[in-house]
C-alpha cells in the first residue's frame, strides 16, 4: 500500500517550462548562443542540469551560469501555475494520510518561497530543494524518513526522476506534464506513465481502495519458463525475503491471463507466451507476507524466450532455475505448493 508520495515539482506540480525557457535562453544569450525552442530544449535538457550548460557553454561555472539563469528566472516565477490536478493531487494524499514530501533541484529558497505563495504548506510534510544528483539523493532522503521503498512512489516528469527511483528502489510514476516527452519517459520504463496528475490520483485511490478493503484479493502469479526449462524466481521484502513468483492484483475488467502477463512484464520485463491457468490457492492471514491480507492466489504459467530480467521496485533479488534447484531454496509457502503440484509427483508428495 502507497503510504509516502516523493513529487518533484517543477514540470511536475509548477507549469514553469516557459519560464525555465526564457530564463535558459537569457544564459545562452549573455555568451553569444542561439535561443532554443521548446521542443528542442525539452528533447535536449537534463539532469543534473550542468551537464546540459556543459554540453551547450563548455567551461563555464554554475556559479555563471546561476547568475545569468536566476536574473531572468526571478522576475517570472510569481507567475508560474500549478499544473491542472496538481492541488487535488496534494490534498488527496492529505486527506487519506499518504506523506508528502517535495523533493526538487530547484534552489530551496525558491522552493519554499513557492510553496508558500501557492499555498500549499499545509498539504505536504517536507521540502527538499537543492538536490543535485537525485538518484544518490533519495535513498539517504527515505532512510531520515523511515520510508518503505516498496510503499513509496516518485512523480517525477523527466528521466532522470525515473532513474532515481530505481536507484532507491521505490516505484516510479512518470507524468507527460513537462521537461521531458511521453517518447522518451516510456523508454525509460517507470512504473507508470501518466499524461497528468489527475491520472496519479485515481492511482492512489484505487490501491487504497483495495488495501482496505475486508474481503478476500484476488491475485494472479505463476511460473514463468524459460525455453530451456529453467524457471525464474524474485525474491521479494513483501514475502519475508523468500522466493516467489512475480504476480499481483487483476484489475477491474482485466481477464487473469491478462492480468498475469502484465503483472510479469511490469515486474521483470519480460513477455510472455501461452499463458494458461494451473491451480488456485487461497492464502488466509499468512504469516509470510508482511500484513494482514486474505488472497485468492490463481496461478498460472507462461513461456519466456529470454532471461534478459528488469526487475521493477517489487523485488530484490531473481534467479533462473531448474524445478529440482527451486525446491532446495527457501520458497515460500505457495511458491512451494505451485512448484510440487506441477513438478512433482503424487507419490514424492505423498512421501514428504
Given at each position: 500500500?502507497?503510504?509516502?508520495?516523493?513529487?518533484?515539482?517543477?514540470?511536475?506540480?509548477?507549469?514553469?517550462?516557459?519560464?525555465?525557457?526564457?530564463?535558459?535562453?537569457?544564459?545562452?544569450?549573455?555568451?553569444?548562443?542561439?535561443?532554443?525552442?521548446?521542443?528542442?530544449?525539452?528533447?535536449?535538457?537534463?539532469?543534473?542540469?550542468?551537464?546540459?550548460?556543459?554540453?551547450?557553454?563548455?567551461?563555464?561555472?554554475?556559479?555563471?551560469?546561476?547568475?545569468?539563469?536566476?536574473?531572468?528566472?526571478?522576475?517570472?516565477?510569481?507567475?508560474?501555475?500549478?499544473?491542472?490536478?496538481?492541488?487535488?493531487?496534494?490534498?488527496?494524499?492529505?486527506?487519506?494520510?499518504?506523506?508528502?514530501?517535495?523533493?526538487?533541484?530547484?534552489?530551496?529558497?525558491?522552493?519554499?518561497?513557492?510553496?508558500?505563495?501557492?499555498?500549499?504548506?499545509?498539504?505536504?510534510?517536507?521540502?527538499?530543494?537543492?538536490?543535485?544528483?537525485?538518484?544518490?539523493?533519495?535513498?539517504?532522503?527515505?532512510?531520515?524518513?523511515?520510508?518503505?521503498?516498496?510503499?513509496?512512489?516518485?512523480?517525477?516528469?523527466?528521466?532522470?526522476?525515473?532513474?532515481?527511483?530505481?536507484?532507491?528502489?521505490?516505484?516510479?510514476?512518470?507524468?507527460?506534464?513537462?521537461?521531458?516527452?511521453?517518447?522518451?519517459?516510456?523508454?525509460?520504463?517507470?512504473?507508470?506513465?501518466?499524461?497528468?496528475?489527475?491520472?496519479?490520483?485515481?492511482?492512489?485511490?484505487?490501491?487504497?481502495?483495495?488495501?482496505?478493503?475486508?474481503?478476500?484479493?484476488?491475485?494472479?502469479?505463476?511460473?514463468?519458463?524459460?525455453?530451456?526449462?529453467?524457471?525464474?524466481?524474485?525474491?521479494?521484502a513483501k514475502w519475508s525475503g523468500k522466493w516467489g513468483t512475480p504476480g499481483g492484483k487483476i484489475d477491474y475488467g482485466e481477464t487473469m491471463e491478462q492480468a498475469f502477463l502484465r503483472e510479469v512484464a511490469e515486474e521483470t520485463g519480460l513477455v510472455l507466451t501461452d499463458p494458461e491457468i494451473l491451480l488456485v490457492q487461497e492464502a488466509v492471514f499468512s504469516p509470510e507476507f508482511h500484513t494482514k491480507k486474505h488472497f485468492l492466489l490463481v496461478n498460472l504459467r507462461g513461456s519466456a524466450h529470454t532471461k534478459a530480467v528488469?526487475?521493477?521496485?517489487?523485488?530484490?533479488?531473481?534467479?533462473?532455475?531448474?524445478?529440482?534447484?527451486?525446491?532446495?531454496?527457501?520458497?515460500?509457502?505457495?511458491?512451494?505448493?505451485?512448484?510440487?503440484?506441477?513438478?512433482?509427483?503424487?507419490?514424492?508428495?505423498?512421501?514428504?
Amino acid at each position: 500500500m502507497i503510504d509516502t508520495l516523493l513529487v518533484d515539482w517543477s514540470g511536475t506540480l509548477a507549469d514553469d517550462l516557459g519560464a525555465t525557457l526564457t530564463a535558459t535562453n537569457a544564459v545562452f544569450a549573455a555568451y553569444g548562443e542561439p535561443p532554443l525552442d521548446r521542443p528542442t530544449f525539452q528533447r535536449e535538457f537534463e539532469l543534473p542540469f550542468m551537464r546540459f550548460y556543459g554540453r551547450f557553454l563548455p567551461g563555464r561555472s554554475r556559479e555563471e551560469v546561476d547568475a545569468c539563469f536566476f536574473a531572468a528566472y526571478e522576475p517570472l516565477r510569481h507567475q508560474v501555475p500549478l499544473l491542472p490536478a496538481a492541488r487535488a493531487l496534494l490534498s488527496f494524499a492529505h486527506d487519506t494520510g499518504i506523506r508528502v514530501h517535495l523533493f526538487s533541484t530547484m534552489r530551496p529558497d525558491l522552493l519554499e518561497a513557492e510553496v508558500e505563495r501557492l499555498e500549499l504548506a499545509e498539504l505536504v510534510d517536507g521540502v527538499h530543494g537543492g538536490v543535485g544528483d537525485k538518484r544518490q539523493a533519495m535513498a539517504p532522503l527515505l532512510a531520515e524518513l523511515d520510508a518503505r521503498p516498496d510503499a513509496t512512489v516518485f512523480v517525477g516528469d523527466m528521466v532522470h526522476d525515473v532513474e532515481a527511483a530505481r536507484a532507491a528502489g521505490v516505484r516510479a510514476a512518470a507524468v507527460a506534464t513537462g521537461y521531458t516527452g511521453r517518447a522518451a519517459l516510456a523508454d525509460a520504463h517507470p512504473d507508470y506513465l501518466f499524461d497528468d496528475l489527475g491520472e496519479v490520483v485515481a492511482l492512489l485511490a484505487r490501491d487504497g481502495g483495495v488495501e482496505r478493503l475486508a474481503m478476500p484479493i484476488a491475485t494472479v502469479g505463476g511460473l514463468i519458463v524459460h525455453d530451456d526449462g529453467e524457471l525464474l524466481l524474485i525474491r521479494t521484502a513483501k514475502w519475508s525475503g523468500k522466493w516467489g513468483t512475480p504476480g499481483g492484483k487483476i484489475d477491474y475488467g482485466e481477464t487473469m491471463e491478462q492480468a498475469f502477463l502484465r503483472e510479469v512484464a511490469e515486474e521483470t520485463g519480460l513477455v510472455l507466451t501461452d499463458p494458461e491457468i494451473l491451480l488456485v490457492q487461497e492464502a488466509v492471514f499468512s504469516p509470510e507476507f508482511h500484513t494482514k491480507k486474505h488472497f485468492l492466489l490463481v496461478n498460472l504459467r507462461g513461456s519466456a524466450h529470454t532471461k534478459a530480467v528488469r526487475l521493477n521496485y517489487e523485488a530484490q533479488d531473481y534467479a533462473w532455475v531448474t524445478p529440482e534447484a527451486a525446491l532446495a531454496m527457501e520458497l515460500n509457502e505457495p511458491t512451494r505448493v505451485l512448484i510440487e503440484a506441477v513438478f512433482v509427483g503424487d507419490e514424492n508428495r505423498a512421501e514428504r
